[in-house]
């Protein structure tokens, strides 16, 4: 069974940095991309990044460019989120997700429960 | 990177169909059978129910199909039961190498 369980979730004040973990299990992470998907509480899903399984191929959404780095441990089974300046609009709950193939492009076939970043002073 | 555009509400009856439409640009939606829908019920993560346009994962019934046509895609759900009520999500690959989602439509079981 895939599990993908997320941590590092807190309140942060803006313009402070943050790192939200993934641990994954029940599948051979290094064959598959992955990706972090952030819903507003009581809104809609936003892609933020994905990954490709061998950190080959990366990318991010224009909000969100140049200030999040994703990036993965294959050796760990982990993914992360590393998030610097952050903002009050990035409040949110942070999913991870698997693709569904090697690279980010195939689509998220699963997700995992979230982790809930809350960006205020 | 604009999200993909969805009605924000739809319902239909128990045994009825009801079809979502998910409208997208020659950047995304009309460029790639990359699409994909989520179901998410209150307070509960997405679940995967339709990839690639049209192909459903294991464990999915097929009362649930999906469609595209130029820059839109659709989710059809035939025979609807309670348990369907959720939110549904569109998402795309685009030529930018990212993603984008719809914004969600709530699906109402009268």
């Known amino acids: 069974e895939v599990q993908l369980v997320e941590s590092g979730g807190g309140l942060v004040q803006p313009g402070r940095s943050l790192r939200l973990s993934c641990a994954v299990s029940?599948?051979?992470?290094?064959?598959?991309?992955m990706h972090w998907v952030r819903q507003v509480p009581g809104k809609g899903l936003e892609w933020v990044s994905g990954i490709s399984w061998n950190s080959g191929s990366i990318g991010y959404a224009d909000s969100v460019k140049g200030r999040f780095i994703i990036s993965r441990d294959n050796a760990k089974n982990s993914l992360y989120l590393q998030m610097s300046s952050l903002r009050p609009e990035d409040t949110a709950l942070y999913y991870c997700?698997?693709?569904?193939?090697?690279?980010?492009?195939?689509?998220?076939?699963?997700w995992g429960q979230g982790t809930l970043v809350t960006v205020s002073s | 990177q604009s999200a993909l555009t969805q009605p924000p509400s739809v319902s239909g009856s128990p045994g009825q169909s009801v079809t979502f439409s998910c409208t997208g640009t020659?950047?995304?939606?009309?460029?790639?059978?990359?699409v994909s829908w989520y179901r998410q019920p209150p307070g509960t993560a997405p679940k995967l129910m339709i990839y690639e346009v049209s192909n459903r994962p294991s464990g999915v019934p097929d009362r649930f199909s999906g469609s595209k046509s130029g820059k839109t895609a659709s989710l059809t759900i035939s025979g609807l039961q309670a348990e369907d009520e959720a939110d549904y999500y569109c998402?795309?690959?685009?030529?930018?190498?990212?993603?984008?989602f719809g914004g969600g439509t709530r699906l109402t079981v009268l």
């Open positions: 029940g599948f051979t992470f290094d064959d598959y991309g």
């Open positions: 998402s795309s690959y685009s030529s930018s190498n990212t993603w984008v």
């Open positions: 020659s950047s995304d939606v009309g460029s790639y059978n990359r």
């Open positions: 997700a698997k693709d569904r193939g090697r690279y980010y492009g195939s689509g998220i076939g699963d």
